[in-house]
């Protein structure tokens, strides 16, 4: 029997994080005496590890630096979460896709930079959870865009490249899906652009998520 595997990036595919990703970066980086990032910045990286991200965010700071300010963004997310302020929301139509896909018989998976308590998280605030039969992330793999977590979850689901498809708004997630073997479709609602998703190795670029379904008959 043929597994159809569709794998979803989350932050800029199926929600909208970017606000406390820049919120905890910019306190992480005054706790750490460094200068705060441009938010445009951040976004631009929102989809890599958190070492990695850092790293590019502050490229000249010491790697003591460098590592305090990971510790400092991890603490500041969790707060964030712990107060209750955390805001994650779903884009518009996402809930709908997702719903569509599983009733035509794909099987759902997640590969994301969030930490397992991060997605863990944000799956069961919109009622997720049991969506996705495989969830891979920044905690047991290296960053995007090495093709680990596809491999995982690709294994995890018993698919093949050849029938599975990642979905991400990122060019990290298109190089990723290009280095498992996996076809790439982007998405516009997120952090890179239409040329960039293509460039990078996106095949289809969806616009909506009711134009992404459409992309996935």
């Known amino acids: 029997m043929t597994v159809r595997l569709a794998v979803f990036d989350c932050d800029g595919t199926l929600v909208d994080g970017q606000a406390p990703i820049c919120d905890s970066m910019e306190k992480a980086f005054a706790s750490t005496g460094l200068p705060a990032p441009d938010r445009h910045d951040v976004r631009r990286i929102v989809g890599l590890s958190l070492p990695q991200a850092v790293r590019l965010l502050a490229p000249d700071a010491e790697e003591h630096l460098q590592r305090h300010a990971v ?22 139509g996402i809930a709908e896709t997702i719903t569509g896909l599983a009733a035509r018989g794909w099987t759902l998976g997640v590969a994301t930079g969030k930490s397992d308590r991060g997605l863990t998280s944000c799956l069961a605030a919109h009622g997720l959870t049991e969506r996705f039969v495989t969830l891979q992330t920044a905690d047991r793999h290296p960053s995007k865009p090495h093709p680990a977590m596809l491999e995982a979850a690709l294994f995890e689901a018993g698919a093949l490249a050849g029938d599975a498809v990642m979905i991400g708004d990122t060019t990290f997630d298109m190089e990723m899906a290009r280095a498992a073997g996996v076809r790439a479709i982007g998405v516009a609602w997120g952090y890179h652009t239409e040329d960039e998703l293509r460039e990078a190795g996106a095949v289809d670029v969806a616009f909506s998520p009711a134009e992404l379904g459409d992309l996935l008959p």
Do not use: I
């Not at 991890?74 to 518009?92: I, V, W």
């Open 71 to 92: 510790e400092a963004y991890k603490e500041a997310f969790r707060t964030c979460r712990l107060e209750g302020s955390l805001e994650e929301p779903l884009f518009e």
